[in-house]
C-alpha cells in the first residue's frame, strides 16, 4: 500500500472536523494546538505502520540489485558486503542468503575461469569439460549460505505454501546446487535432480505470481540442459518425470533475460552461448558487446567478442 492510498473513515473524519470548528468558535485568532494532539499523533502511528514496512523492502531490494551487479561487474567483496546489509535488515527474508550464495559461486566461476565459450559452445565441449575444484572456504561459505536461505524459505513455506520469496529462493538454491554438480563434481544425475526441483519450485512461484521473472532463470535453465540430451536419455528422464525441451528452455531463458531483476545478465549469458551453438555468431557477439557496457568491469565479455573476431580462435559449435 503506498502513502497516498491511506483514507479515514466518515466518522474519525466528522470527528476531526467537529474538533476544529469548535476550536475556532472559542477563539478566532488562535487555535489550540491541543485539540489537535491526539489526530495527529494517531495519523503519525498509521502513517509509520503502513510506510515503514515498505521503505525497509525497498531498502533490501536495493542492497539485492547492487549484489547482483556487483558481481556481474566481478566485484565480489561489495557484493558479499551488501548481502550482508541485506540480511541484517531483514532477518527472516532467505535472499539475501541467496545473494551471498551467488556472489561465492559466480566468484569461484572467475577465479577458475568457468563460464567460457570452450565449454559451452557444443553439446561435445559440455560432455567433455573438465571438472574443478572449490576452494575449501568457499565451498562452506557457499553451503553454509544455501543451508540458511533453505532454512528461512521452508519456514516461511510453513506458514503459508505460496510465500513468493520463499519460493524463488528454493528455485534459485536448487539452480546452483545443480550448476556446482555439473560444473564441478560432475555427477550428472544430481545436476538433474536439481534442476527437477528448482524448476518445481519455479512452476510453484509462477503458478502464484505470474511476474516473477527471475524463477524462468531455474526453470529454463534446468529444461535447456534436459533437452540437450539424446532423445532416448531424454524419454527415461520424462518418465521420470523430468521435464526437458530446448526451445522452450530458450523461451524461459529469453524472458528471464528480458525481465528478470537478478538473473537477467546471467540468462542473457547463457543465451549468448546458445546462439554459439547454433552457430549465430552475429547474435553472440551483440549480447557479449551489450554485457561489456552494462559491466566494463568484467573482461569476460570483451573476450568472447575477441574470439569471435579473431580467425586464429576457433570456437566449434554444435547441436
Known amino acids: 500500500m503506498h502513502c497516498q492510498d491511506i483514507s479515514f473513515g466518515a466518522g474519525s473524519v466528522n470527528t476531526e472536523a467537529g474538533t476544529i470548528e469548535a476550536s475556532l468558535q472559542e477563539n478566532q485568532t488562535h487555535l489550540r494546538p ?3 494532539t491526539p489526530a495527529l499523533l494517531s495519523f503519525i502511528a498509521v502513517f509509520a505502520c503502513l510506510c515503514s514496512p515498505a521503505k525497509a523492502q525497498n531498502g533490501v531490494e536495493d542492497r539485492l540489485m547492487q549484489s547482483y551487479h556487483d558481481v556481474y561487474n566481478i566485484r565480489f567483496q561489495d557484493a558479499l558486503q551488501q548481502a550482508e546489509l541485506a540480511k541484517k535488515m531483514a532477518p527472516e527474508d532467505p535472499m539475501p542468503w541467496i545473494a551471498q550464495a551467488n556472489a561465492v559461486l559466480f566468484r569461484e566461476f572467475d577465479r577458475l575461469h568457468v563460464l567460457r565459450s570452450e565449454t559451452f559452445a557444443s553439446d561435445d565441449n559440455y560432455t567433455s569439460r573438465q571438472s574443478y575444484r572449490w576452494d575449501p572456504g568457499s565451498y562452506q ?3 553454509n549460505a544455501l543451508n540458511g536461505a533453505e532454512q528461512l524459505a521452508q519456514k516461511r513455506l510453513d506458514r503459508n505454501k505460496d510465500d513468493d520469496r520463499a519460493l524463488l529462493a528454493l528455485a534459485l538454491s536448487n539452480s546452483m546446487r545443480a550448476e556446482d554438480a555439473a560444473l564441478f563434481a560432475k555427477k550428472d544425475m544430481a545436476t538433474l535432480s536439481y534442476f527437477h526441483s528448482s524448476t518445481s519450485y519455479a512452476e510453484r512461484l509462477l503458478a502464484v505470481a505470474p511476474q516473477s521473472y527471475d524463477a524462468y532463470l531455474a526453470s529454463g535453465l534446468g529444461k535447456y540442459v534436459i ?3 539424446s532423445a532416448p536419455v531424454r524419454w527415461v528422464l520424462r518418465a521420470g518425470g523430468m521435464k526437458g525441451d530446448r526451445d522452450e528452455g530458450v523461451r524461459e531463458l529469453s524472458l528471464a533475460a528480458a525481465h528478470a531483476v537478478y538473473m537477467a545478465p546471467f540468462a ?3 543465451l549468448a552461448y ?4 547454433r552457430n549465430n555468431r552475429s ?3 551483440k549480447k557479449f558487446a551489450a554485457l561489456h557496457d552494462e559491466f566494463p568491469n568484467n573482461p569476460t565479455f570483451l573476450q568472447e567478442t575477441a574470439k569471435l573476431d ?3 580462435t576457433s570456437i566449434r559449435p554444435g547441436q
Not at 274 to 277: A, E, F, G, N
Request: include cysteine.
Open 34 to 36: 491541543g485539540h489537535f
Open 141 to 143: 561459505a557457499f553451503e
Open 227 to 229: 533437452g540437450c540430451k
Open 268 to 270: 542473457r549469458l547463457l
Open 274 to 277: 546458445d546462439d554459439l551453438r
Open 283 to 285: 547474435e553472440a557477439r
Open 310 to 312: 579473431s580467425p586464429s
